[in-house]
T-cell receptor, first 113, second 113 residues
């Protein structure tokens, strides 16, 4: 069990650029979640995958955000035309069953300048 | 929107003392979970209590759940400096058709050696 891996750990980008983050969940976990966390706040849900199917998206996920999980393994989160308000920690988590705890990755900290 | 609200927002205690954090939520849940987050890192799952349970223990952790009051508490006994972290409650409403965990803003615990 190598845990949930997220890359990169840190990303600094200029406003208007596109960024992509990757998440590698625990291999046996078919459920994968993306959350966003800003300073002093709890994580906010962005989207949920069960295997390769994206089953739930938050209203926070604007048209500039897209997530994929091809083949039900790793997942990517892309933000197009980044804005300063996108600066946050992006957290990925996986789980094996609904009703079980999540395993979180260490997150990708995005800074938009 | 955030379902859970932790209280207090910050707590400072001496090593060896007990720490109690409270969480209130708004709607019916399947289960409630507590997570710990060390500064700038991902979240670690601590304990899960189901809606039909009233109390649960795990090592130095004791969690209670009162569904009539829509509240939960986390007690950490004999605290250690290593317990210094932010603690979040998260509610699972998967029975309502949503797969997400909804987190509160957290309690920042400082344990002074």
């Amino acid at each position: 069990d190598t845990g949930v891996s997220q890359n990169p750990r840190h990303k600094i980008t200029k406003r208007g650029q596109n960024v992509t983050f990757r998440c590698d969940p625990i291999s046996e976990h078919n459920r994968l979640y993306w959350y966003r966390q800003t300073l002093g706040q709890g994580p906010e849900f962005l989207t949920y995958f069960q295997n390769e199917a994206q089953l739930e998206k938050s209203r926070l996920l604007s048209d500039r955000f897209s997530a994929e999980r091809p083949k039900g393994s790793f997942s990517t989160l892309e933000i197009q035309r980044t804005e300063q308000g996108d600066s946050a920690m992006y957290l990925c988590a996986s789980s094996v069953l609904t009703g079980k705890g999540y395993t979180f990755g260490s997150g990708t900290r995005l800074t938009v300048v | 929107s955030q379902q859970g609200e932790e209280d207090p927002q910050a707590l400072s205690i001496q090593e060896g003392e007990n720490a109690t954090m409270n969480c209130s939520y708004k709607t019916s849940i399947n289960n409630l979970q507590w997570y710990r987050q060390n500064s700038g890192r991902g979240l670690v799952h601590l304990i899960l209590i189901r809606s039909n349970e009233r109390e649960k223990h795990s090592g130095r952790l004791r969690v209670t759940l009162d569904t009539s009051k829509k509240s939960s508490s986390l007690l950490i006994t004999a605290s250690r400096a290593a317990d210094t972290a932010s603690y979040f409650c998260a509610t699972d409403q998967s029975g309502a058709g949503s797969y997400q965990l909804t987190f509160g803003k957290g309690t920042k615990l400082s344990v002074i050696p």
